[in-house]
T-cell receptor, first 113, second 112 residues
Framework: QKEVEQNSGPLSVPEGAIASLNCTYS??????FFWYRQYSGKSPELIMS??SNGDKEDGRFTAQLNKASQYVSLLIRDSQPSDSATYLC?????????????WGLGTSLAVNP | EPEVTQTPSHQVTQMGQEVILRCVPI?????FYWYRQILGQKVEFLVS????????KSEIFDDQFSVERPDGSNFTLKIRSTKLEDSAMYFC??????????FGQGTRLTVV
């Protein structure tokens, strides 16, 4: 059974701090990794994708991937109250044309003003 | 900015009834998906669709479920005989050649 695990939180950080969100996955051949943000009652919104080991930065967001440790993380710098949401880690477990995503339960982030 | 649109936003149906959930994917996208999320649970893959056929489906996607792309823009999910446990948010998503999937706002299905 291919699994994606996240700490459900809640993770609480003060405004302006760095929020660090973590995700582990079980399938070693996983190829693509995504972070989605989901506000309560809304749909997942793609914020970052990462495919290679190392860091990928986009504005205040940095995704980090370590395939040897089967670990992917998301850092949010200068956290804002509007960043308060559930962050979902999603993994594409197969190479090729199968494109389904396996999802973690999500980490709830609260940014306190 | 192009987006995936879904209708209706909320559907209430009686157990045993058929429902059709509708989606208009982003126009130049090639891959289409249905996912669902039961309240408080993980997002679950149902089915992916490419080149006018199902490319992959999950164990959830049994004979009660079907998908269609009846014209060049719409993508539908049909549930033939709804059960109480089908109550969930249903999300349509689409992607180009990359793996990045963009989601619609969802349809909340309530089976009573």
């Amino acid at each position: 059974q291919k699994e994606v695990e996240q700490n459900s939180g809640p993770l609480s950080v003060p405004e302006g701090a760095i929020a660090s969100l973590n995700c582990t996955y079980s399938d070693r051949v996983s190829q693509s990794f995504f972070w989605y943000r989901q506000y309560s009652g809304k749909s997942p919104e793609l914020i970052m994708s990462i495919y290679s080991n190392g860091d990928k930065e986009d504005g205040r967001f940095t995704a980090q991937l370590n395939k040897a440790s089967q670990y992917v993380s998301l850092l949010i710098r200068d956290s804002q109250p509007s960043d308060s949401a559930t962050y979902l880690c999603a993994v594409k477990p197969n190479a090729g044309n199968n494109r389904k995503l396996i999802w973690g339960l999500g980490t709830s982030l609260a940014v306190n003003p | 900015e192009p987006e995936v649109t879904q209708t209706p936003s909320h559907q209430v149906t009686q157990m045993g009834q058929e429902v059709i959930l509708r989606c208009v994917p982003i126009s130049n996208h090639l891959y289409f998906y249905w996912y669902r999320q039961i309240l408080g649970q993980k997002v679950e893959f149902l089915v992916s669709f490419y080149n006018n056929e199902i490319s992959e489906k999950s164990e959830i996607f049994d004979d009660q479920f079907s998908v269609e792309r009846p014209d060049g823009s719409n993508f539908t999910l049909k549930i033939r005989s709804t059960k109480l446990e089908d109550s969930a948010m249903y999300f349509c998503a689409s992607s180009e050649r990359t793996d990045e999937a963009f989601f619609g706002q969802g349809t909340r299905l309530t089976v009573v």
